[in-house]
């Protein structure tokens, strides 16, 4: 079996901290070195839930997207939810690595993964400077509607579903994807020519300035739902390694739900 920091050195390669932003935690939040690695598990969240399943499963390595401490800490007691973590997965020589907006501006990264896990051909980053989102091609002209709908069929289900701003049967020919929160790439979005965007975390204010501006169609997923597909294409790279290395690695992809939100109720009726 290879030790953590064959494996890590592996997973830099693919995921170079460098390209990380400044404000960013990536990297390995904790583990021995020199331990083996047999066993690795993929997800999007470093919660307790997923320790908890990290455990269950024998991993040797956790794998996230999300930082565990993103604006740094100065303890890692077990009485904090955090600190939990830390706690849980050192306790079983568990180790943990991030790979976040270094994630997010690979090639292939986390846009990729999107657009794949969409059926979409990419031809292009949204933003060449960072290698940022992806501009894609739909196999074949839809509504906005139906690629909405078809977001929510491909896409892991999650309590807020897909949301649409824009004339539902505008038809759909090029779009822009990007993983996780997207109301910042508006700009780019518009120069790009898309029929539509389909990102996360959209916000009243630019969405409305967004869609007063062109008629562009907008499709906001959750967050957690535009980064999982990348657990898999991230895994399938690791299973590539390992078997060019002779490694045997057993790596595994987590799909337990780790959105927060956790219902949604639609009002019953205009407000008073």
């Not at 390209?19 to 070195?33: F, I, S």
């Not at 990290?54 to 040797?60: C, F, K, M, N, T």
């Not at 979409?120 to 949204?126: A, D, F, H, S, Y």
Request: contains cysteine; proline residues 7%; aromatic residues 4%.
């Amino acid at each position: 079996m290879p030790r953590l920091s064959e494996v890590i050195a592996a997973l830099d390669a693919l995921w170079p901290p460098e390209r990380a932003e400044t404000w960013d935690a990536v990297g390995t939040v904790c583990g021995d070195p020199d331990a083996p690695v047999g066993r690795v598990l993929f997800a999007v969240d470093p919660v307790q839930e997923i320790a908890d399943e990290a455990i269950a499963l024998g991993a040797d390595l956790i794998v996230t997207h999300h930082p565990l401490y993103l604006r740094g800490t100065t303890t890692v007691a077990a009485d904090h939810f955090k600190g939990r973590v830390v706690h849980s997965l050192i306790k079983h020589d568990i180790a943990l690595h991030v790979a976040h907006t270094n994630a997010d501006t690979a090639d292939p990264g986390v846009s990729d993964a999107l657009a794949g896990a969409l059926g979409l051909r990419v031809t292009g980053p949204l933003v060449p400077e960072n290698n940022l989102g992806r501009i894609c091609e739909l196999d074949r002209p839809q509504t906005l509607g139906e690629f909405a709908a078809r977001a929510a069929e491909r896409l892991p289900a999650t309590a807020q579903g897909i949301r649409v701003a824009g004339d539902p049967g505008m038809t759909v020919r090029r779009v822009a994807v990007s993983g996780g929160s997207g109301d910042s790439l508006f700009g780019a979005v518009r120069a790009a020519g898309v029929d539509a965007f389909l990102t996360a975390d959209l916000r009243h204010h630019p969405v409305s300035e967004a869609t007063q501006h062109s008629p562009l169609g907008l499709v906001d997923a959750a967050h957690w739902a535009t980064e999982w597909p990348w657990c898999e294409q991230a895994a399938a790279q690791l299973d590539e390694i390992s078997d060019r290395h002779g490694w045997d690695l057993r790596v595994h992809v987590s799909k337990t739900v780790t959105d927060p939100w956790s219902s949604h109720h639609t009002s019953p009726g205009a407000p008073n």
